[in-house]
């Protein structure tokens, strides 16, 4: 059984940083995608990173460009998302999820697209909170 659980959630002051992670099992994370997430109240689900295990490409939307870091350690089946420069607009619950098809072509199509859907990612995590007070 495929399980993500992130933790790292918080409450945080407007320029400063958090790192959640995201604890996989039930698979080999180094064949796989994983992308975060985040939804705040009243709007869609958006994706702000993604890593392709397999290879360690990376996709990012321009809105977190430059202040969050996807990372991987294969060895300990968890993705990390490093946030510094937070913002009020950042506050959301943050989710990980998987994608189960070749994260190569993931990162390849988003970068082309400027885009990721929620949609094509599988199992998802419980969500973390992040609050950024002003």
């Known amino acids: 059984e495929v399980q993500l659980v992130e933790s790292g959630g918080g409450l945080v002051q407007a320029g400063g940083s958090l790192r959640l992670s995201c604890a996989t099992s039930?698979?080999?994370?180094?064949?796989?995608?994983i992308g975060w997430f985040r939804q705040a109240p009243g709007k869609e689900r958006e994706v702000v990173s993604c890593?392709?295990?397999?290879?360690?490409?990376?996709w990012y939307p321009d809105s977190v460009k430059g202040r969050f870091t996807i990372s991987t350690d294969n060895a300990k089946n968890t993705v990390y998302l490093q946030m510094n420069k937070l913002k009020p607009e950042d506050t959301a619950v943050y989710y990980c999820?998987?994608?189960?098809?070749?994260?190569?072509?993931?990162?390849?199509?988003?970068?082309?697209?400027?885009?990721?859907?929620?949609?094509?990612?599988?199992?998802w995590g419980q969500g973390t909170q992040v609050t950024v007070s002003s």
């Open positions: 999820a998987l994608y189960e098809g070749s994260g190569i072509t993931l990162i390849a199509t988003a970068e082309a697209l400027g885009f990721m859907s929620p949609k094509i990612f599988g199992s």
């Open positions: 039930g698979i080999t994370l180094a064949y796989y995608a």
């Open positions: 890593i392709s295990s397999i290879d360690g490409s990376t």
